[in-house]
T-cell receptor, first 114, second 113 residues
Framework: DTAVSQTPKYLVTQMGNDKSIKCEQN?????MYWYKQDSKKFLKIMFS???????INETVPNRFSPKSPDKAHLNLHINSLELGDSAVYFC?????????????FGPGTRLLVL | GDSVTQMEGPVTLSEEAFLTINCTYT??????LFWYVQYPGEGLQLLLK?????DKGSNKGFEATYRKETTSFHLEKGSVQVSDSAVYFC????????????FGAGTRLTVKP
């Protein structure tokens, strides 16, 4: 069984469109994350949710909005897509108890904005 | 702020060569340190970690030791294989906030037969 899953795996769309990426984890973790990986492989955290509360919101445009219907899901909605949004988006999850907690990553969603 | 610096790649080695990928960090307090590996077309997988000074993380022949005096967590493997070809990321989490994981820029390793 896949621990952290994302859909879709690939997403090709036009500038200006609105799209969503879904993420689900079956690990029983209480915290979920979204990361953006650019073409140079640089990873940057975008959001994290803990018990349905947003606890990190790095300097991302407000066109990006995370939505968490429950502890097992954290979806990423993107409005008015721009060329610069093309990247690989990774979802991750962890159980926030103590030091050295491991984050488990999904397989990624490759977004291409044309 | 807290950050991680990795040696720039790409790194190309022959099979059975010795591997070192340097990683240094800047952080307040006592962060936890991680190495993640990303195989082509896949997500990141935890390779190893260490949570306090002088701890050694190890997995699949890879090792890294948490050196507080040099603020380093260098990744080593004595004999690499073609299957080790991947991108390797050094990362840290702050001591009191495990939600904030900071990654290095990644180092691409290619191992040739």
């Amino acid at each position: 069984d896949t621990a952290v899953s994302q859909t879709p795996k690939y997403l090709v769309t036009q500038m200006g469109n609105d799209k969503s990426i879904k993420c689900e984890q079956n690990l029983g973790h209480d915290t979920m994350y979204w990361y953006k990986q650019d073409s140079k492989k640089f990873l940057k955290i975008m959001f994290s949710y803990n018990n349905k509360e947003l606890i990190i919101n790095e300097t991302v445009p407000n066109r990006f909005s995370p939505k968490s219907p429950d502890k097992a899901h954290l979806n990423l909605h993107i409005n008015s897509l721009e060329l610069g949004d093309s990247a690989v988006y990774f979802c991750a999850s962890s159980q926030t108890t103590g030091k050295g907690v491991t984050q488990y990553f999904g397989p990624g969603t490759r977004l291409l904005v044309l | 702020g807290d950050s991680v610096t990795q040696m720039e790649g790409p790194v190309t080695l022959s099979e059975e060569a010795f591997l070192t990928i340097n990683c240094t960090y800047t952080a307040t307090g006592y962060p936890s340190l991680f190495w993640y590996v990303q195989y082509p077309g896949e997500g990141l997988q935890l390779l190893l970690k260490a949570t306090k000074a002088d701890d050694k993380g190890s997995n699949k022949g890879f090792e890294a030791t948490y050196r507080k005096e040099t603020t380093s967590f260098h990744l080593e493997k004595g004999s690499v294989q073609v299957s080790d070809s991947a991108v390797y990321f050094c990362a840290l989490t702050r001591s009191l906030n495990n939600n904030d994981m900071r990654f290095g820029a990644g180092t691409r390793l290619t191992v040739k037969p």
